[in-house]
């Protein structure tokens, strides 16, 4: 095993412990010392399960050492027609069986239409029909945390069917680690709204930008409330844009939590101090005999007996 000094960016860690997975943090550990990912499972004793959802939640991550080439699918999918829906409901008992399901999950009876979409999310996404339940069940679940009691219709099912396939996710490991992944995203959103007081409603896409920007740039929790704490004060209330110009300062001075932003205030501060003091001594040095002799009487007509020097 090769055993080369590691070095971990603040960033990856806090990914890493989001995502609440250790065998993916000892994963990670593996391969960023040089270990080729070949070896991982025997190395670290993991089984093929426990490895393909370790490696899987790396990829969502970001941390993956390979890149990975996702081929995008064109914009404009095969038109099946009804002869192909019976047929793949006569010949394919795979089909038949995911229907059965997708109709269970969302309570109703699929019409002609939406067969035809989920024919082409098994046919032309290549999407296994294990993955295909669990998009249905992420998309259910995705709307209940919205607050809405519907379900989903087939063509926003649809939609994030093309967003999985994009990303590469056609396993029930890639599926699982993807979902955990936006689960934790989703919960540093919430977190993120509660802290700037918002409630009752959802956020603009002008704002969802703006928060999604500051929680990709890693600041902790204690950050955002200073940065919002300090553009209420001075501008009497949440500026988005004004608030965004203080984190980005922030980021560019590579200050991403609240100590290190308070270490980071002080300093300016303190050189302010050190070069008022300068300027005054310099001030005084520069005096001449004859105005050191005038304070000095001054001071004499006040009681005060000036220092010698």
């Not at 860690?13 to 960023?32: N, P, R």
């Not at 109703?108 to 098994?122: A, P, Q, Y």
């Not at 844009?241 to 205030?265: E, F, R, V």
Request: glycine share 6%; with cysteine; net charge neutral.
């Amino acid at each position: 095993m090769n055993t080369k000094e590691l070095t971990l960016s603040q960033t990856d860690v806090h990914k890493l412990l989001a995502a609440g997975s250790g065998d993916a943090a000892m994963l990670h550990l593996y391969l960023q010392c040089g270990n080729p990912p070949q070896e991982a499972a025997t190395a670290l004793g993991m089984s093929p399960a426990r490895y393909s959802c370790a490696a899987a939640t790396l990829r969502q991550l970001g941390l993956w050492p390979e890149e990975n080439t996702i081929p995008r699918p064109a914009q404009q999918p095969p038109q099946y027609t009804e002869e192909d829906v019976t047929r793949a409901m006569n010949h394919s008992e795979e089909f038949r069986l995911l229907v059965g399901e997708v109709q269970r999950a969302l309570g109703r009876i699929l019409t002609t239409e939406e067969l035809k979409i989920l024919l082409s999310f098994r046919n032309y996404l290549d999407l296994p029909a294990e993955v295909v339940s669990m998009l249905v069940c992420y998309c259910k679940e995705r709307l209940r945390r919205k607050g809405s009691n519907r379900n989903p219709s087939l063509r926003s099912i649809e939609k994030e069917a093309y967003a999985w396939a994009e990303k590469g996710i056609n396993t029930l490991e890639e599926a699982a680690a993807y979902m955990q992944a936006q689960n934790a995203r989703e919960t540093r959103m919430a977190n993120l709204m509660r802290l700037l007081q918002i409630s009752g409603r959802g956020l603009t896409p002008a704002e969802e930008r703006y928060a999604q920007s500051w929680l990709d740039m890693d600041f902790d929790s204690t950050a955002l409330q200073m940065a919002y704490e300090k553009t209420c004060l001075n501008t009497g209330g949440l500026k988005w844009p004004y608030m965004n110009k203080i984190l980005l300062s922030w980021h560019q001075q590579g200050l991403h939590t609240g100590a290190q932003i308070q270490a980071g205030d002080k300093k300016p501060a303190a050189r302010a101090a050190q070069t008022q003091t300068e300027r005054v001594q310099a001030g005084t040095a520069a005096l001449d005999e004859f105005q050191r002799d005038a304070i000095a009487r001054m001071l004499r007509e006040y009681g005060e007996t000036p220092k010698e020097g």
